[in-house]
Every structure is written in C-alpha cells, then in structure tokens.
C-alpha cells in the first residue's frame, strides 16, 4: 500500500516569509506533482518532477525530488497573499495499464498580509 | 491545451433518481479517471480507464456506474446515491506510461449534493 506522508498540514505565516512543505513515503515513485486547489475547484497542476535529485523553479516556488524518488519538498520564496491556498503533493506509480497517484493529506497555507 | 472539462458543475439530486456526470478532454490521453474528494481530505481514486476498457474499480459501490464511450469522454451514471455520497467529483486524464507522461491533469470538479 502506498503512503505519501505531507506536513505541516496547516501554516499560516507573514508576508514576505519564506516556508518549505514536505512530502515524505517509503516508496519509490515513477514521478512526483504537486498541485495547488482553491475550494470547489479541481486541483491545478504546479509541476512534475521525474527524476531523483531533479530541481524545479516556478517564479518564488522550488520543487525537489529526493534523491531516491521517495520524497519532494516545496519551497516558496517570499511568499504573497496570492500563495495562499491548498497544496497537495501527490506520487505517481503504474498499476495494471494505467497510471495511479497517492494524495499527501495537503497542507493548508494562509499567507497574511 | 491541457484542459479536461466537466459538466454539470453544481447537481442537486433525490435519493430516487437517475442523473449522469460528463468529462471531455482533447489532450489525446487515453487513460481517464473518477476521483470522489469530501470537505478537508484529499481526492480519492474510484474508476481508471486506460482504453475506453474499465482498468481499476476501487471498489465503488454499484449505484455508480461509469461509462467510457469514446477516448475522448468519460461519463459516470448515478443512481439511488446517499446523502453521503454527496461530495466533490473530480476526473483526471493522463498519457499512459512512466515518468513525467503519467502525470494527471484534472478538470473543475462537479459539486454533487445529494437530499
């Protein structure tokens, strides 16, 4: 069974500030997103990391994947109140003929102005 | 274009009757999925289609029925649902394969609400 582990489930933090999210399992995955979901809405792709040790820049937002493909961190540069939002990271592995994804539990951001 | 589309996006719906949700994507996946996502938790995998062939069924109880009628369209049938079925339905498309190609994209969601 897999498990995508995700913290801190909740941050509120000031304008300006800096955060990293994590996401953390004991299984190895084909490829990693992350996405980010306004309430009522579908998630919105961020970005896919596919290789270990990969690095991935959008503007003020870092993405890692781990070196052994188990785990990603997102770290957002000065964050703004437009950051805020809920962010989901999720693992990607192939079962039967299709691709399957594991959520992470999310992590709720309120950037404060 | 990486859209996936749904509709309707808000049902409202009785215990007794019969009501179909609708997802299109033009993006040439041939692997398409139903996610059902309640208040606070994240979306929870419920049927894949790789194929128009029905791949995986977690298990979802009979009163949903989905329905691939072409590579493009994915439908789900609801019939004789429960009040706690009512939640956020969310389908997703993908390519088939490893890496980066299996990454899902997902439409807006439909809000389903069950009396």
């Known amino acids: 069974t897999q498990l995508l582990e995700q913290s801190p489930q909740f941050l509120s933090i000031q304008e300006g500030e800096n955060l990293t999210v994590y996401c953390n399992s004991s299984?190895?995955?084909?490829?990693l997103q992350w996405y980010r979901q306004e309430p009522g809405e579908g998630p919105v792709l961020l970005v896919t990391v596919v290789t270990g040790g990969e690095v991935k820049k959008l503007k003020r937002l870092t993405f890692q994947f781990g070196d052994a493909r188990k785990d990603s961190s997102l770290h957002i540069t000065a964050a703004q109140p437009g950051d805020t939002g809920l962010y989901l990271c999720a693992g990607a592995w192939q079962e039967s003929s299709a691709s399957k994804i594991i959520f992470g539990s999310g992590t709720r951001l309120s950037i404060r102005p | 274009d990486t859209e996936v589309t749904q509709t309707p996006k808000h049902l409202v719906m009785g215990m007794t009757n019969k009501k179909s949700l609708k997802c299109e994507q033009h993006?040439?996946?041939?692997?398409m999925y139903w996610y059902k996502q309640k208040a606070k938790k994240p979306p929870e995998l419920m049927f894949v289609y790789s194929y128009e062939k029905l791949s995986i069924n977690e298990s979802v109880p009979s009163r949903f029925s989905p329905e691939c009628p072409n590579s493009s369209l994915l439908n789900l049938h609801l019939h004789a649902l429960q009040p706690e079925d009512s939640a956020l339905y969310l389908c997703a498309s993908s390519h088939r394969g490893q890496g980066g190609r299996n990454t899902q994209y997902f439409g807006p969601g439909t809000r389903l609400t069950v009396l």
């Open positions: 993006m040439g996946h041939r692997a």
């Open positions: 299984s190895v995955f084909s490829s």
